[in-house]
């Protein structure tokens, strides 16, 4: 095998989840590619490496650069005033925008760079911040979430470091656990039952734990079995306890026709409960469903559709 050839298959070995095309860096900052490419040429902002075989590709520094700078962009600041101002300077004005948490747009693009440099504290002060201008629920809807879908694609196609997800993933699990333990609505006579669960194999379980929090807030009965469940747990379920509604999410790369087979075999089975799908595959996959079942594309659109009439 070529030299160069085996130098490079080595170099992305070690680099794999730390290393973004131009098109990943568009994703996370919102910045075209054509512009960064642009900005490259003009002020020299951020330089891509290359393999022996001339492949492009950028680094976590090379991210949060863009990051800040769209940041400050985003702010009013020109990119010719911002290309002259230091590192030092560039983080202070950083700073005293990230407590303004109606500008999601920064706050999501901050939440990045906690992430990737592993910073506990920043990723805490963010958060902090978001709750107490919102609450807790509107935080999460128009903060986190995004925050989880923009990592989620990148995370889908493997230039995210597994380490860098399961360090926010962890964080924000115990911020829901102990918002979902803090709730004192109780369900009333009205209440439907929803059976919360994640397929075998699927370990994905934030946007979960997210749903029980919304549901259980709003006076609604929850199941929680959480991720990697057996098709026949579901069933013994039902036979023990009266369900309504089962929701569910397919995150895992998963073929058309097994997800389509999967989704027929809830509906077929299961005909009297009502099945909400959310998840990256449900939502980028062509399938087609059964009457009794339901897409969600996000969480703000589940709680418009079950909520909104009763508020």
Request: aromatic share 10%.
């Amino acid at each position: 095998m070529d030299r160069c050839l085996i130098d490079e298959i080595n170099l992305f070995r070690k680099i794999k989840m730390a290393n973004y095309s131009i098109k990943d860096l568009e994703t996370f900052t919102g910045i075209k590619a054509h512009t960064i490419r642009i900005w490259e040429k003009r002020y020299s902002l951020v330089e891509p490496k290359r393999t022996c075989t001339n492949i492009r590709y950028y680094d976590d520094d090379d991210l949060k650069r863009l990051l800040n700078i769209s940041i400050l962009n985003r702010n009013g600041i020109k990119i010719s005033n911002i290309v002259n101002l230091s590192d030092e300077a560039i983080s202070e004005k950083i700073i005293n925008l990230s407590g303004n948490a109606n500008d999601s747009g920064s706050q999501i693009e901050n939440l990045v760079v906690a992430m990737i440099d592993l910073d506990e504290n920043k990723f805490e002060k963010i958060f902090s911040n978001a709750v107490m201008s919102l609450g807790f629920e509107e935080a999460v809807l128009t903060i986190i979430y995004p925050f989880f879908e923009k990592i989620g694609i990148l995370w889908q196609i493997g230039t995210i470091n597994p380490a860098q997800e399961h360090f926010v993933s962890n964080i924000l699990r115990q911020k829901i656990l102990v918002a979902t333990n803090g709730i004192v609505t109780s369900p009333g006579p009205d209440s439907k039952s929803f059976l919360l669960y994640l397929p075998e194999g699927e370990h994905h379980e934030l946007g979960l734990l997210f749903y029980q929090y919304l549901l259980r807030k709003h006076g609604q009965k929850v199941v929680y079995l959480g991720e990697t469940v057996p098709f026949a747990a579901l069933q013994e379920v039902y036979k023990i306890k009266k369900i309504d509604h089962f929701l569910t999410a397919f995150v895992n790369p998963i073929t058309e026709e097994k997800l389509q087979a999967e989704i027929d075999r809830i509906s077929e089975t299961f005909p009297d409960v009502t099945l909400f799908l959310t998840g990256f595959q449900v939502n980028h996959q062509k399938i087609s469903i059964q009457k009794n079942a339901h897409i969600i594309k996000n969480i703000s659109e589940f709680k418009k559709a079950l909520f909104e009439k009763q508020e």
